[in-house]
């Protein structure tokens, strides 16, 4: 069987942004199954394994607006470091984090430490970035009647 319409393909995958540092979140395998067709895949990824079989591998570049997005500058912003609850624990070009009182985890690149302030970027790190999947076809088989019906709820907003 080959990916195509109403396939469910099951695929692992592993990313890296080109030409450049790879996030840790983003350096391990993932898997993933979807509908082909039917569901929310990269568009340069859907259209690479088309027609590929279990077991076959392909690489894709994929461009920033359909991976992390393009940088905006708006999210560079200066945060005082009374906001900041673990100041010591800033250092310039690290990722820093911490967790808000309501339980959300909160990330920034350190541009800049100055005397009361941090030059926070809440960009994601590959934002801006090209990235390079690296997948292989785990299985395929026929979309059943629920599989289509899930899909189709999903992508009207009841998934």
């Avoid at 080959?2 to 790879?22: A, C, F, G, M, R």
């Avoid at 993932?30 to 027609?51: D, S």
């Avoid at 909160?106 to 541009?111: A, H």
């Amino acid at each position: 069987m080959k990916v195509q319409n109403d396939t469910v393909v099951e695929i692992q995958y592993t990313l890296e942004v080109k030409d450049d540092y790879t996030p840790p979140e983003l350096s391990r395998v993932f898997k993933t199954e979807f509908l082909y067709g039917r569901e929310p895949v990269i568009p340069a990824l859907e259209k690479a394994i088309f027609q590929l079989s279990e077991g076959e591998e392909v690489e894709v570049y994929i461009p920033p607006e359909q991976g992390f997005g393009n940088r905006d500058e708006s999210l560079v912003t200066e945060v005082p470091l009374s906001e900041v609850t673990r100041p010591d624990a800033l250092k310039k070009g690290k990722l820093y984090e911490e967790v808000t009182l309501h339980g959300q985890p909160v990330r920034f690149m350190v541009k800049e430490i100055r005397k009361d302030s941090v030059v926070a970027d809440f960009n994601h790190p590959a934002a801006g970035k090209e990235l390079l999947i690296k997948a292989q076809i785990l299985s395929i088989r026929a979309a059943s009647a629920m599989d289509i019906l899930r899909a189709v709820n999903f992508n009207r907003g009841g998934g």
